[in-house]
């Protein structure tokens, strides 16, 4: 079964520039996260999809990020411009929350590495 | 105060030790706890969940303090594979947000 897939593995822009991130989770998980990793820190949770509704997005820095779950399905992470401090791993997870349990199994994808010059 | 805290480290020890990491959280309605593993330059995975009587699962145990509102995670008979970052992760009031602390880096050595 294939794991949480992510695009592209790496991207280096200048600052000010966009760019987008796409994440396809695991068939059947309902709930989609992306996080922030910067180096020497965990992973900084930046919302969090149930089906295609976001039901925390409070961390989202919304002047210049944006994210979407169309269908519920893939997610894409955007940020326009970028700023140097953007500069950091950019991980999409995605498990099955249900019926009141969460197993706390996330499952990642390798994570985007951005670099803003 | 941060909603997850660790101390990050570096724990240093040789093969053989035993070695413990303690996690503290400020939410006391969270009931769901977890320590994963990330190994340099990859993505974390889950090492073992922490249940409130404590668990184990070969040299790793895992236990929980609610009244102190920490978790620990002792490791015995360190291997060389053991180095790697461990994080603490909180499903912060037990609302479905897995909240991730900082990390600490263990590093054994021959």
């Known amino acids: 079964e294939a794991g949480v897939v992510q695009s592209p593995r790496y991207k280096i822009i200048e600052k000010k520039q966009p760019v987008a991130f796409w994440c396809n989770p695991i068939?059947?998980?309902?709930?989609l996260y992306w996080y922030l990793q910067n180096l020497g820190q965990g992973p900084e949770l930046l919302i969090r999809y149930e089906n295609e509704e976001a039901v925390d997005d409070s961390q989202l820095p919304k002047d210049r990020f944006s994210a979407e779950r169309l269908k519920g399905v893939d997610s894409t992470l955007k940020i326009q411009p970028a700023e140097l401090g953007d500069s950091a791993v950019y991980l999409c997870a995605s498990s099955y929350h249900g019926g009141g349990q969460n197993t706390g199994e996330l499952f990642f994808g390798e994570g985007s590495r951005l670099t803003v010059l | 105060r941060k909603e997850v805290e660790q101390d990050p480290g570096p724990f240093n020890v040789p093969e053989g030790a035993t070695v413990a990491f303690n996690c503290t959280y400020s939410?006391?309605?969270?009931?769901?706890f977890f320590w994963y593993r990330q190994d340099c330059r990859k993505e974390p995975k889950l090492l073992m969940s922490v249940y409130s009587s404590g668990n184990e699962d070969g040299r790793f145990t895992a236990q929980l303090n609610r009244a102190s509102q920490y978790i620990s995670l002792l490791i015995r008979d360190s291997k060389l594979s053991d180095s790697a970052t461990y994080l603490c992760?909180?499903?912060?009031?037990?609302?479905?947000?897995?909240?991730f602390g900082q990390g600490t880096t263990l590093q054994v050595k021959p």
């Open positions: 068939s059947g998980h309902n709930t």
């Open positions: 992760v909180v499903d912060v009031g037990n609302t479905g947000k897995l909240i």
């Open positions: 939410n006391s309605a969270s009931q769901s």
